[in-house]
């Protein structure tokens, strides 16, 4: 089970985490966005996209233990909503 979230700080710092416990060891992936235009929506985007990575390398693998779906569960909106339309701009 992997753990995500993505912020920003007061003085504009933008960041994204995934960490997951897998047989007793805790695996992080993490990225600093930098301060430009990225908003909070972004960083909860690319936290999601840090933790499907490993997910996705690891597809075919997955598949051989009869895995067949992996289910994202996602406790805000924005970026979902943000995900769903095709429009650039900030989050595409």
């Known amino acids: 089970m992997w753990w995500r979230d993505g912020l920003r700080s007061h003085n504009g710092r933008v960041g994204a985490a995934a960490v997951c416990n897998h047989d007793n060891e805790w695996r992080t992936r993490h990225s ?3 301060t430009g235009r990225m908003k909070v929506f972004d960083a909860e985007l690319w ?3 840090l933790m499907l990575g490993p997910i ?3 597809s075919n693998t997955i598949q051989q233990h009869g895995v067949k ?3 994202v ?3 805000s ?3 979902i909503r943000q995900a769903a339309h095709l429009e650039t701009g900030l989050g595409q």
């Open 56 to 58: 996705v390398k690891r």
């Open 32 to 34: 600093y966005l930098g």
């Open 77 to 79: 909106h924005a970026p």
């Open 47 to 49: 936290a999601i996209v």
């Open 73 to 75: 569960f996602i406790d």
């Open 69 to 71: 779906k992996v289910a």
